[in-house]
Nanobody, 127 residues
């Protein structure tokens, strides 16, 4: 069965960095676009960054542009999110998600087009 397991979250001071990982199994990882979403308490889940199957196209929310970088290693079936210059407003539970369509051209911003989600990893940015 499909499994997505995030790791790497934690407590970090403003300006610090974290690297999130998402270990994927149960499907052919290299044939699906992947994304990171986040959800803060009392807020809707929002798209953070997306990456195509081969990693050639990435997309990120305006709020994280220039600070967060999404990447993937298809040989290791792993998705990453490098987060630099973290701000208190980045505090949230971060989830990786699998696109429902194999070999999609580009990436989707629609939550309903993602069919599997990880349990999430908590990121807290505070001094």
């Amino acid at each position: 069965q499909v499994q997505l397991v995030e790791s790497g979250g934690g407590l970090v001071q403003p300006g610090g960095s974290l690297r999130l990982s998402c270990a994927a199994s149960g499907f052919t990882f290299s044939t699906y676009a992947m994304s990171w979403f986040r959800q803060a308490p009392g807020k809707e889940r929002e798209l953070v960054a997306s990456i195509t199957t081969g990693g050639g196209i990435t997309n990120s929310a305006d709020s994280v542009k220039g600070r967060f970088t999404i990447s993937r290693d298809n040989a290791k079936n792993t998705l990453y999110l490098q987060m630099n210059s973290l701000k208190p407003e980045d505090t949230a539970v971060y989830h990786c998600a699998k696109d429902s369509t194999a070999w999609r051209l580009g990436v989707s911003r629609r939550l309903y087009e993602y069919d599997y989600w990880g349990q999430g990893t908590q990121v807290t940015v505070s001094s």
